[in-house]
C-alpha cells in the first residue's frame, strides 16, 4: 500500500458517469485514495504501470479492449495490482475467464458501498473476494464434468509449477492469486486429465505430451 496507509485504487471503466460515481463514493471513505481512471484494457495496462495502485476495480465487456485480457496481461507482467473485478456480468463466459485471468475478486455493480469497500480492502491484502452469486458459479463449475486435454493457459502454468514441485502456497504466490483459486485450477486440471493427485497430473501430462 502506500506510505500513508491508503489503498491506492485505478478505476476502469467504459463509462464517465460509472467513474465519477466510484471516484466519488471511494473519496468520501477515509483509507482511500483514486490515483487515476482508464476506459478500457488497454489504457487499464498503461495506467497501470504509470500508477502502480495497490488495487485495480476493472469491468470486464468495455469497446477498446476487455477486461480479461488486460487482467491476464497483467498477470503476465506480474504487476504487483490486486485486480478486483466489478461488473454487471455474473455469467459463467465472464466469471470462469476472469478468475482464470487472475482476477482476486469478483463483485457486482449493485453490491452495497459497504461491501465495495471490504472487497477493496480484503483484495488489497490478497485475500479473495467474490459475489454470492459468482461463488455459486464457481463451484458448480469445479464440480462439473470436464472435456479431456482441455487445459486452459492459467491451468497449464499451474500445472508447470506443480512438475517443478512448487507447493500452492508457493504457487499462489508466484502467479499473484489465492490458494484457493490454485486449489480450483488443479481440480480442473485433475478432471480433464482424468487423474486424482498431482504426481499422476504431472506423469500423464508428459504422457500426453503438455508438459515438453
Known sequence: MTDDARISLLIVDDHPVVRDGLRGMFAS???FTVVGEAA???EALDRAAALDPDVILMDLRMPGGGGVDAIAELTRRRSRA??????TYDTDSDTL?????????YLLKDAPREDLFTAVRAAAEGRTVLSPA?????VSA???PV????LSAREREVLVLVARGTSNREIARELFISEATVKTHLTHVYGKLGVKDRAAAV????????LG
Open 147 to 150: 472435456p479431456a486435454d482441455s
Open 29 to 31: 471513505a477515509p483509507g
Open 40 to 42: 478500457n484494457g488497454v
Open 142 to 144: 469445479v464440480r462439473a
Open 97 to 105: 475467464p476472469a478468475i482464470e485471468a487472475g482476477a482476486t475478486g
Open 82 to 87: 490486486r485486480v478486483l473485478v466489478l461488473t
Open 134 to 138: 459468482v461463488a455459486s458459479r464457481l
Open 203 to 210: 506423469a500423464t501430462a508428459y504422457e500426453r505430451g503438455i
